[in-house]
C-alpha cells in the first residue's frame, strides 16, 4: 500500500472508520481511540501501509484525547502540509509513504521540541518492544 494504491484497494484494507480518517482526513472523537492512553513501549506504525511513524519514547499526556508525540522517529516519513479546512489555519501531518492523513501538529508541546502531533488512534497501528 503506497501513494499509488487506488480508491478501491484501499476501501478493501481498511475498515470504514480508518478509511474516513486515513483516507477522507477525518477525525476521531476525543478519548475514544485505542491509543491516547496506552503507556507500553514500542512503536506506533501507519495503519494504512506499515511505516513506522512514532515512538512510546516521544508520547506525552497531551490531555487532549488523542495520542500525542513531540517528534516523529524520522521526518523523512512524514509530510506536513497546510490544512485550512474549518475555520482553522493548522498544519496536516500525512504518512509520506501512502498519504494517509494521520492529524495535525501544533506548537504547543512539550521540550525539547515544543512540537505537539496529535494523531488519530485509527490511523496508526502499534508494535510492542
Ligand atoms: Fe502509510
Redesign the pocket.
Known sequence: ??NDTTKEEWKKKLTKEQYQV?REKGTEPAFTGKYWNQHEKGVY???????P?FSSETKFESGSGWPSFYEPMDEANVQEEKDTSHGMIRTEV???????HLGHVFEDGPKPTGCRYCINSISLDFDKE
Open positions: 500500500m503506497d486515513l506504525k501507519c495503519a494504512g501501509c506499515g511505516t511513524l500525512l504518512c509520506k509513504n501512502c498519504g494517509g
